[in-house]
Structure formats: C-alpha cells, structure tokens
C-alpha cells in the first residue's frame, strides 16, 4: 500500500489533531526547550507542563528517581501561574502550528472553573487537559477518585468555557470505569488515560524515603500494562474518545494502544532521553497503519479481539 495514501488525522470529540502523537504535560516544558531539537508543527498536539491559578514552587528536593523500567517523580506542580502562563508562554505556543492543550490544575472545583474562564477565548489554545489526578500533590486526587467530584468539576468547565475539554484520570482507583462515566456525564469530549501510578523510593542503609515528597508518580514503560488495561476497560465503559498515556516510546507502543481503544496517545517519560521520539513515531505511523491494510487511524482504533 502507499504510505501516501494514509491519513492520520484523529478526531476526539471537537478536537481534531493532525496525527495521533501527542506530548504529555509535564515531559515537554512547554516546548520552547526543546525548539532546537524538535520541528514541533509535526506533533499532532504538544501539552504544556500543567498550570495553576497562582505560582506554585512545587516539592522539596529531590524531586526524581529513576527505577526499574520507570521514573518516579514528585515535582508538585510547580509553574509560574496563569497569568505569567498568559503572558509569556501562550503567544510562543500558539505559533507553532500544531494543537496547543493546556494543562489546568485546581485545589477546588471553583478554582478549575475560573482557570477555564481565564484562558477561553485566547488565541493558540486548541483544548484544556483537567490534571484532576496527580499523585504528588496534596488536594489534587480527591477529584480523580471520587466520581461525582469528578462529574462537578467538568461539568463547571464546560459550563464556563467553549473550548474542548479532556479529563485526565488517574490509575489510583478501585474502579475507574465509574470516574470515566463521570466525566462524560460532565460533559467531557475525551479521557486522558493515565496519569501516573503512586510510589516511592527507599534508601535502606539510612533508612530513609528517596523523594523529598515520600511519595511520587510512577512514568514509563513499567505502567504500560496498567494503561492499556484501564484503556480496555474504560473503552467499553464510555462512548467518548481515549487518548493513551503511559509507556509509549516505540511505533509497537502506539499500535498497542490504538487498537486496545485510545484514538490517539501523549508520550512522556520517553521524551526524556529521546527528546525527537514524537516526530519519529509520526513518521512510522503510515506504514505501521499500512501493514494492516488500513488508510485511516479512525480504522484500527478498538479493534483488538478478546481471545476465546
């Protein structure tokens, strides 16, 4: 087949991306690091690291470990604020032609509202992320775990704002079918599946936890299994969009979730230690689609067959 022939446009609710890839916030910046490296308008969207109402300083030291097929991080969500968001960093973003999700975090429902209210309308900002779930960061979960929180905060964004809307949801859960169906009772256009799985880092000999935090959020490839599980689940639990989080560094990577029911896929950790790993899975997409003997992403997305 002709790799020409293939189409990589992905639609997920009143959000349309150019191709499938995306970069996760938190792992990129917020973009402007990585301009030298990347040719960012090839991204299907860049999400930039999450903002919040006032500037945050984040954690104590130290903030991150690698382990075993992963990374732990307990940054804390610490950025500038929205309005040095606003001012400095959007006018940047918003020329690079690509999507531009913003990332919004709150300690309360109101404070996702008024963030929301702030940034509708400004120019470069294609749709909000709703970081609902991050692990490190006292006040931050309760929205991702308890399911009509979760349903009151997206319904109040969506409420107070025009632009698209994707609920970012964390593993940390008995069962996240029920905040899945929360947020698309709130009227979210997507699920962002997943944020990191909670953990922590010892040090035996002084008998002391590693992460100035104690506790962290689990990245990479060791939480792929998890993610695709939950994608499975919460695929066949709600009739909205996923966009796959969680391990993605190979073209194998992003086949895998396509198929399990993610519509499109944010890479994270792996941005890391191969900043130009987006473009590169971009560039393998046509022919990985081409093997299957499809011309459209929309085509293989949710197609995995239970085996018997």
Known sequence: MNHA?????????????????????????????????????????????TITQEPRSGNPPPRTIETTGGLLNSIGLDN???????????PYLASLGTAVIVSVAGKTAEQFVELAQRLDGL???????????????????????????????????????????????????????????????????????INTCLGMA?????????????????????????AL??????????????MGIG?????DDVMEFLVTGATAVQIGTANFYNPTVGVQLVDQLPAALASLGVTSVGEIVGTLTPSK
């Not at 936890?209 to 939480?223: E, R, T, Y």
Request: proline share 6%; charged share 20%; net charge positive.
């Open 5 to 49: 022939n293939v189409h990589l446009e992905v639609q997920l609710g009143r959000l349309r991306l150019a191709n499938p890839i995306a970069v996760a916030s938190g792992t990129f910046g917020y973009a402007r690091e990585m301009a030298g490296l990347v040719d960012l308008a090839r991204l299907g969207a860049i999400l930039p690291k």
């Open 80 to 90: 500038d604020g929205v309005e040095a968001f606003v001012e400095r960093q959007l």
């Open 123 to 193: 120019p470069g900002i294609s749709a909000m992320e709703l970081n609902m779930s991050c692990p490190n960061v006292s006040g931050g979960v309760d929205f991702g775990t308890n399911p009509a929180m979760c349903q009151r905060v997206v319904s109040g964004v969506r409420q107070a704002c025009s632009l698209p809307i994707l609920a970012k949801l964390t593993p940390n859960v008995t069962d996240v079918t029920e905040v899945a169906r929360a947020a698309e009772a709130g009227g979210a256009d997507a699920l962002s599946l």
């Open 202 to 226: 010892v040090d035996w000999r002084h008998r002391r936890p590693i992460l100035g935090n104690v506790l962290g959020g689990l990245s990479g490839p060791a939480i792929k299994p998890i």
């Open 229 to 242: 599980r939950i994608v499975y689940q919460v695929a066949r639990a709600v009739k909205i969009p996923l």
């Open 247 to 251: 391990g993605v560094a190979s073209i």
